[in-house]
């Protein structure tokens, strides 16, 4: 029914309609979801399994993202039950926001980078995607539904911050990890704040140093991080454009270069400068 009253209000506007199906298309594309064949639907008969239902938030004030999909995990099944009735949340793990902050500016030369779709690069084990599986037929009523399983961490399933947050932590404490990079393995536990890592150096080569450190890390662990801040035009220098947050530009005929935000905070990079709105 939820499928159906979805279907209803796309195809109301062919545009919607279109920006939701590339949107939940993305997911199977980008490997993070997939179809699921014959075979594997008749190996679920039989087992407890899950299907969360998927509703369109449409931002039209989003360049970026003017459609998101929402997967409501909190939906009661025939009993009444739900998948985030049956799941802990686990217990907190996120540093505290204001230590993260002091440390941050505690360098003269500091650095930010976010974790680039941190639920989707982390996937979780075969036998427990039985529990996020999917509806999808791109608006098509005539035809029999197709079950996806969403196969990563899935946003809306209340366990799934604490299990990207962990699985961080588990990387940082790979033994491999601690003796190629002693000093960032701890500084990942106490410095990166859900998807985001707030970092420093004392000099400039030491912070471009920490750019390509973090790199290796979190590519080592499945992750890609990027959109990163500096307030050194020379560390700037050293960062491809794709990877930078995209208000920071550097252009020589100004004299300034952007500003963006840091653990909620509005971080004037040319200025050096924290500031809030009131």
């Given at each position: 029914?939820?499928?159906?009253?979805?279907?209803?209000?796309?195809?109301?506007?062919?545009?919607?309609?279109?920006?939701?199906?590339?949107?939940?298309?993305?997911?199977?594309?980008?490997?993070?979801?997939?179809?699921?064949?014959?075979?594997?639907?008749?190996?679920?008969?039989?087992?407890?399994?899950?299907?969360?239902?998927?509703?369109?938030?449409?931002?039209?004030?989003?360049?970026?993202?003017?459609?998101?999909?929402?997967f409501n995990a909190s939906s009661?099944?025939?009993?009444?039950?739900?998948?985030?009735d049956m799941l802990l949340p686990?217990?907190?793990?996120?540093?505290?926001?204001?230590?993260?902050?002091?440390?941050?500016?505690?360098?003269?030369?500091?650095?930010?980078?976010?974790?680039?779709?941190?639920?989707?690069?982390?996937?979780?084990?075969?036998?427990?995607?039985?529990?996020?599986?999917?509806?999808?037929?791109?608006?098509?009523?005539?035809?029999?539904?197709?079950?996806?399983?969403?196969?990563?961490?899935?946003?809306?399933?209340?366990?799934?911050?604490?299990?990207?947050?962990?699985?961080?932590?588990?990387?940082?404490?790979?033994?491999?990890?601690?003796?190629?990079?002693?000093?960032?393995?701890?500084?990942?536990?106490?410095?990166?704040?859900?998807?985001?890592?707030?970092?420093?150096?004392?000099?400039?080569?030491?912070?471009?140093?920490?750019?390509?450190?973090?790199?290796?890390?979190?590519?080592?662990?499945?992750?890609?991080?990027?959109?990163?801040?500096?307030?050194?035009?020379?560390?700037?220098?050293?960062?491809?454009?794709?990877?930078?947050?995209?208000?920071?530009?550097?252009?020589?005929?100004?004299?300034?270069?952007?500003?963006?935000?840091?653990?909620?905070?509005?971080?004037?990079?040319?200025?050096?400068?924290?500031?809030?709105?009131?």
């Open positions: 029914k939820i499928l159906e009253s979805t279907e209803r209000r796309l195809l109301r506007s062919s545009a919607k309609k279109e920006q939701y199906t590339e949107a939940i298309e993305q997911y199977e594309k980008l490997g993070f979801a997939h179809r699921l064949s014959q075979e594997e639907e008749n190996e679920l008969k039989g087992k407890e399994q899950y299907y969360i239902p998927a509703h369109p938030v449409f931002r039209e004030e989003s360049e970026s993202t003017p459609v998101r999909v929402v009661e099944d025939k009993n009444g039950n739900s998948l985030n686990g217990p907190p793990i996120q540093p505290d926001l204001g230590q993260v902050l002091l440390r941050f500016r505690w360098y003269p030369i500091a650095l930010t980078g976010d974790l680039k779709k941190m639920f989707c690069q982390t996937r979780i084990v075969e036998d427990h995607r039985r529990f996020q599986l999917y509806l999808w037929r791109n608006c098509d009523q005539d035809k029999k539904p197709d079950v996806y399983s969403m196969d990563t961490l899935m946003f809306g399933v209340n366990s799934s911050p604490f299990q990207a947050g962990s699985s961080v932590h588990k990387h940082a404490d790979n033994p491999k990890m601690i003796e190629k990079f002693p000093r960032l393995t701890k500084e990942i536990k106490v410095d990166t704040y859900v998807d985001d890592h707030h970092n420093g150096r004392e000099t400039e080569k030491e912070t471009i140093q920490l750019y390509h450190e973090l790199k290796e890390f979190f590519r080592a662990g499945g992750w890609t991080i990027a959109k990163f801040a500096t307030n050194s035009k020379d560390v700037l220098q050293h960062i491809p454009v794709e990877e930078r947050i995209g208000t920071l530009t550097l252009d020589f005929d100004k004299e300034e270069f952007g500003e963006t935000r840091a653990l909620g905070l509005l971080w004037n990079t040319d200025g050096d400068e924290l500031s809030c709105k009131l």
